[in-house]
């Protein structure tokens, strides 16, 4: 079992930044892959970043080149720097954790609003 929790959403205006935070406890060592979802409302949920154990990574289009991902395995850790912002970028945001079998650890998730 996982459990993940995210922290640091919030309510910005159009062009500032956030960044999101998601803290991951129990057989942590057996997490490959994790990921930051987003999900707004009447939309399904869509794949916002996603790194590897390595650290390779991969970006949804709309937020490449504003949003970055990264983790730390020392610190069971997860992180989405968001710059940039747009309304458009308005969701609950999620983090999940896939062991080998798909994502199957979700966090609550974090809501962000973007002003215009």
């Known amino acids: 079992q996982v459990q993940l929790v995210e922290s640091g959403g919030g309510l910005v205006q159009a062009g500032e930044s956030l960044r999101l935070s998601c803290a991951a406890s129990g057989r942590t060592f057996s997490i490959y892959y994790m990921g930051w979802f987003r999900q707004a409302p009447g939309k399904q949920r869509e794949l916002v970043a996603g790194?590897?154990?390595?650290?390779?990574?991969n970006y949804g289009d709309s937020v490449k080149g504003r949003f970055t991902i990264s983790r730390d395995n020392a610190k069971n850790s997860l992180y989405l720097q968001m710059n940039s912002l747009k309304p458009e970028d308005t969701a609950t945001y999620y983090c999940a954790a896939d062991l080998g079998g798909g994502y199957n650890y979700w966090g609550q998730g974090t809501q962000v609003t973007v002003s215009s």
């Open positions: 790194i590897t154990s390595g650290g390779s990574t």
